[in-house]
């Protein structure tokens, strides 16, 4: 006789329940089982819309700010680094070409730096709830950490062109393209929990966490070159600027989605294969 169904298993139909009992009992049913738990108590969602949210507010104030302090020279770098369409560029160019340097001071430079660290504030608070860390960073090392990596970010932006620019030199440009941009995700996404944690931040899951985003990226970076310019180019002939807005916080969420799932990933993937199991006693 069959036990008697619990509330989780009386949810699928009573023909498929021996085999889903089987699958349940291999070690992929086992990981995949856990990987969607770790989904729900994480608030993979929630969180990811946060993080989206606060890059938004946190990195486009840095970028107009420097684009105020380098000079006009550099400022359609800048669109370049964002992909906007060229009704979007003149406007960004009539938004901050009066601009220089003095209309932000070291007042005001201060005041975006700090107001930039809400993002790295709800990555420490993510990274917390996705991996064992024992005490949460503060005092000012912590400020400091997280000012410094909201700036990685930024320069991680504005130097994605110059890795494409080195990857067109290579021999195979495409494939070089594409371990170029792995590489960099990979070492971003390893950075950033390591300038945020500091010690703290475990190494396992750190690694393994940096490779699965990178592999990630893959796919991602490749339906980004296609979707991104159009979704941009269709959102401002609709709604103007706050249609730029809305597209790049969707593409934002997807972004932060994948950084959180390479974390929940990377934890697994220590967690069952690279920390030694421990040797039984006599």
């Known amino acids: ?47 990811a819309m946060t993080l989206a949210a606060q890059s938004f507010t946190s990195i486009f104030p840095l970028l107009i700010m420097l684009a105020a302090l380098i000079g006009p020279h550099y400022r359609e770098r800048l669109a370049g680094v964002l992909h906007l369409p060229d009704s979007s560029e003149r406007l960004l160019q009539d938004a901050i070409g009066g601009s220089h340097s003095n209309a932000f001071g070291v007042a005001g430079c201060l005041i975006v730096l700090l107001s930039a660290t809400g993002l790295s504030r709800a990555l420490v608070r993510s990274y917390l709830v996705v991996w064992p860390v024992e005490q949460k960073p503060a005092g000012a090392a912590a400020t400091g950490r997280q000012i410094g990596t909201v700036v990685v970010l930024v320069v ?73 310019p159009r979704a941009l180019q269709s959102s401002a002939d609709k709604y103007g600027t706050i249609g730029l807005a809305f597209t790049y916080i969707g593409w934002l969420y997807v972004l932060s989605f994948c950084l959180l799932l390479a974390a929940i990933v990377g934890g697994l993937i220590s967690r069952e294969f690279l920390t030694a199991a421990p040797a039984d006693e006599p």
């Not at 291999?26 to 856990?34: A, I, M, P, S």
């Not at 950075?191 to 592999?215: D, E, M, N, S, T």
């Open 156 to 228: 991680f932006l504005l130097f994605a062109r110059v890795l494409t620019w080195l990857a067109s030199l290579l021999p195979a440009p495409n494939v070089s393209g594409v371990l170029v941009a792995f590489v960099a995700d990979c070492a971003l996404a390893i950075l950033l929990p390591w300038l945020l944690l500091g010690r703290r931040a475990p190494k396992g899951p750190l690694l393994a966490g940096g490779v699965v985003f990178g592999l990630m990226m893959i796919a991602v970076r490749g339906a980004g070159a296609i979707y991104l």
């Open 1 to 47: 006789m069959m036990p008697e169904p619990t509330e989780w298993d009386a949810r699928i139909p009573r023909w498929l329940r021996p085999r889903a009992a089987l699958w349940l009992g291999t070690r992929v049913g086992k990981l995949t089982l856990t990987g969607l738990g770790e989904l729900v108590r994480v608030q993979i969602f929630d969180r």
